[in-house]
């Protein structure tokens, strides 16, 4: 494990945990990198990193005015007290826009194809202008996107940031539009979406967050919106290093089979990967600020004899430079060793295990619910069984309480459930949405022992 970090700056650390002994002519080689952030300070002097704090973040309200906001009258009330709420945790010297959604985007504050900057004043003047939010219309969210895109290049900022509400589908743009408005907002600036109520879609809610790295919740009764963006708005304004990657170099002959992100939340990675060079690429993990995320790294190595080892890959955290390089912050190394050790090439590493497990636990969900849409009464069973049986053995309690709001669960260790015959919308959304959120393994295991070595 080496740390790059200057002082002053967050420091950043790569733990890997794995079970590096593989059988003769084992191939595949599995390691969960804990990356952390802790002590973040003044950044703006360290060369190389790209700095959040103050001055140098932005962020963009995208708040849903479509005509299903009126209903109920006191939803559209409760956007505004969560807008004004998550402007009050705007921390000074913050640029700043909101943003009214319907079937086209229009800028609410401050207008003129700008942004302001956080201070008393603004603040003020901000919340004076969303008694201007008035539901109608429809609902194109790749508009709001688009705008926010425009509005957050327009200031030179390192870290950007949306929020994003809605409580309906989006029904007046075609998929491939909303599709091609993500794929033009990747990577330039990070999103938290929401879906209040029970009229909104899922997937598109999710698709949001996971393009653009943010975080995706519903908030079945609207009164809950102002503490939850309080929340986000208090966390965007915790980011401190902006465009961290997760940089991979594999050895001749060796290639990365996938990359996930495996918590706090379960997020494919693998397509993701931008090459950076001779058997480098980078995986985009957006901005941070102290906090801790888990990733399962798996690499397919060429087979080799007993008695052989080799370095898997080399796992680097590291932000670019402006002269187009990269700053490294933190590393730690995948290895492999050949064994004819049946015990040490068979064990399974604890964290490896875990989120596998938790990884499985999120398809179950999903596989679950849609089979349960479909009528296939069998397969939900199974799947939804299959789930309650790993948040059981996992220790995920909040994912067991979700799911028996759904099941009635017969027997959690063999996940022997039965389908709930009535089901309230809010509950299964609520799975569905929650259904990749992981329950970390606390217990650090260390390296398995070599062979011979007790």
Known sequence: MANFAKPDVPRFTVEVYQNEFLPAGGRDVNAIVTATATGGGTLGAAPGLAAGAGAA??????????????????????????????????????????I?????????????????????????????SLLNLRAGG???????????????????VAIRHGILLTDGRNEHEAPEELRAALDA???????????VGTDWEVKEVTGIASALLG??????????LAPDFRRMME?????????????????????ITFVKQVAP???????????????????????????????HVCVRVPAADVGREMLAARVSLVVPRGDGGATPLAQGLVRAVWTDDTAASTSLNPQVAHYTGQAELAEAIQDGLAARKAGDVDGATAKLGRAVQLAGASGHADT?????????????????????????????MTLDTRSTKTARLHQQHPPAPRPGTG
């Open 185 to 195: 907002c990747a990577g330039r600036f990070t999103c938290d979406a929401r879906g």
């Open 57 to 98: 973040s932005a962020v963009a309200l995208m708040v849903d005015c479509s005509g299903s906001m009126e209903y109920p009258s006191s939803k559209m009330r409760h956007a505004r007290d969560a807008t004004r709420a998550a402007v009050d945790a705007l921390r000074d010297g913050t640029r700043f826009a909101v």
């Open 265 to 295: 939340t379960v997020a494919d990675l693998t397509a993701r990967r931008t090459d950076t060079g001779p058997r480098a690429g980078d995986y985009p993990t957006g901005s941070w600020g102290d906090e801790s995320r888990d990733y």
């Open 400 to 428: 067991a309480k979700l799911l028996a709001k759904v099941v009635d669960v017969i027997d959690e260790a063999n996940g022997t459930v039965r389908l709930k015959a009535r089901v309230e919308d809010a509950d299964e």
């Open 235 to 255: 966390a965007a304004m915790g980011k401190e290093v902006a465009d961290v990657s997760l940089r991979l170099w594999t050895p001749q002959g060796a290639e």
């Open 138 to 156: 429809g609902t194109a969210i790749g508009t709001w996107l688009r705008l926010a895109e425009r509005l957050l290049a327009s200031v030179p």
């Open 100 to 128: 009214a959604g319907t079937h086209v985007a229009e800028e609410v504050y401050p207008g003129g194809g700008r942004l302001a900057t956080a201070d008393d004043r603004t603040r003020a003047e901000a919340k004076e």
């Open 215 to 224: 975080s995706a919740d519903i908030v079945a009764d609207p009164a809950g």
